[in-house]
């Protein structure tokens, strides 16, 4: 216990220091946002890398869709890397940067302004940003908490909650995106070493893959299949979901306004690839054994009525393969991979009120220094918002993240894109297809349907509404 609360007082004592070390950096709100737009590849790729996956992955996804669908929820970390990963910084890494330089933009909300010559498009992206970025940040904490709840037996989970609101406020008001990549870099190697040695210890504790694979396979046949036992259209719904909806995730985006020149492209697209590879695969192998490791008789305090309480499911598993000695890895693990995704979505939803909505809209002569500390007070305000609904704990982690992430997948997908690759497409489908997208995403998970599968639809539905939309009018309105 002591020596897990030393490590985490000098990780926080780091992570405070390069904060301030980015708030002596910090100049001008380019800075603060864009860390001046001359990030290198490695810096890129690791915040990149880092801000797609956190403890939504590692505690809420990969526990139940392990419990789930077994070994074929690996499929999801393999197309998050090469589709997720590659595919977008292969098809639009240099292309939003050449677009940002060209149209002097510098959130996606501006660009789809310009693009499409429509004041009210931004409105409504930036707005969007900030309400469902909420639940999504939200999702982290409670996945961050339940770790700090089960590693530390003493602490109360809003304890956990409101600890680590304040520790985000002061790190990523400090120093912005300066502060953010460079702590992203290290982290992202934390990252790395402690899945692996994860992996590692995984196998020791099992037997070996072979005695995992047979014991799986004799609970359910299925959980070794290609497709697990739930079916292929809830796991398209998951993969496509996180693979497809970081082609347009303002959070993911950003990096790419941010980063360097071309060559940097090249080298972080390969560079974030490996690396997301290697953290969604482990995530998600790890995730399929926990019917081999966890059951109502050797660990009831998960169960209940023999069914497991989902989000609890990763950080029991952790704590049992991983000795105590070894435990602060698990803590190291999930901190920095937390820590990145919610220095991102505050960075970028605080810009969404402060750079989009008010100097868009309410005072655009605002100065650049008052713009600057109007982005630390939205950091504030943001993730005090977002802790008032981890505490709450209105749903499970996967159910929180589908939703955020369908619904910006679903407002932002088809005017992006398009708006990237085609002269043809315009402003009547461009808002068509955001408030097309979003609405049919959150009726149908109001009528019911899972978030993932909601999501999904609501993605293809807005990528298919702006060039259909597009055609009834000859030119943009």
């Not at 912005?176 to 460079?182: E, T």
């Not at 398209?236 to 082609?247: D, N, Q």
């Amino acid at each position: 216990m002591i020596v897990k609360i030393v490590v985490i007082a000098l990780y926080a004592l780091m992570i405070i220091g390069v904060g301030l070390y980015g708030m002596r950096k910090t100049k001008s709100f380019s800075d603060y946002f864009l860390g001046g737009g001359n990030v290198g590849p490695w810096m890129t790729a690791f915040s990149y890398g880092t801000a797609y996956f956190s403890a939504v992955v590692f505690i809420g996804f990969a526990g139940k869709v392990g419990w789930g669908f077994g070994y074929s929820g690996i499929w999801i970390g393999v197309f998050n890397a090469f589709l997720g990963v590659l595919g977008v910084w292969y098809f639009l890494g240099w292309k939003i940067k050449k677009v940002s330089l060209e149209m002097k933009v510098s959130t996606m909300s501006e660009y789809l302004e310009r693009r499409y010559n429509s004041p009210f498009i931004k409105l409504f992206a930036s707005i969007s940003i900030f309400v469902f970025m909420i639940p999504y940040s939200a999702a982290v904490f409670i996945g961050l908490s339940y770790l700090f709840t089960s590693s530390f037996p003493g602490i109360e989970y809003w304890h956990a909650v409101t600890f680590m609101g304040v520790f985000t406020t002061i790190y990523i008001v400090l120093g912005g995106y300066k502060s953010m990549s460079l702590i992203d870099t290290i982290f992202g190697m934390i990252m790395t070493v402690s899945v692996i040695v994860l992996f590692v210890f995984t196998l020791n504790e099992g037997g070996g893959f072979r005695n995992i694979t047979e014991t799986l396979s004799a609970i359910n046949p299925k959980l070794t299949d290609i497709i697990g036992p739930p079916g292929w259209w809830p796991l398209f719904s998951l993969i496509f979901l996180t693979s497809v909806a970081p082609f347009a995730m303002p959070q993911l985006v950003q990096k790419f306004y941010a980063i360097k020149d071309r060559k940097s492209v090249k080298i972080g697209m390969f560079a974030s690839t490996i690396f997301a590879l290697l953290i969604g695969g482990v995530a998600y192998y790890m995730g399929s054994t926990t019917r081999f490791f966890l059951t109502p008789e050797s660990t009831p305090s998960i169960f209940i009525d023999g069914k497991p309480v989902v989000d609890a499911l990763m950080p029991k598993l952790l704590n049992t393969i991983v000795p105590d000695s070894l435990s602060v890895i698990i803590l190291l693990l999930i901190l920095s991979a937390s820590m990145s995704t919610l220095a991102a979505l505050v960075l970028i939803s605080s810009s969404s009120l402060a750079k989009d909505f008010y100097a868009g809209f309410i005072n655009k002569g605002i100065s650049d220094s008052k713009l600057t500390r109007l982005m630390r007070y939205g950091s504030a305000f943001f993730v005090l918002i977002s802790v008032i609904i981890a505490l709450l704990k209105p749903d499970s982690i996967v159910a929180i993240l589908g939703i955020s992430w369908g619904a910006i997948g679903s407002v932002f997908l088809g005017p992006f894109i398009w708006g990237l690759f085609s002269k043809r497409v315009n402003k009547f489908g461009a808002i068509s297809s955001s408030i097309i997208g979003l609405t049919t995403c959150i009726s149908l998970y109001a009528f019911g349907m899972s978030s993932p599968e909601a999501g999904t639809i609501g993605m293809m539905v807005s990528l298919v509404v702006n060039p259909v939309f597009s055609l009834f009018v000859k030119k943009t309105v």
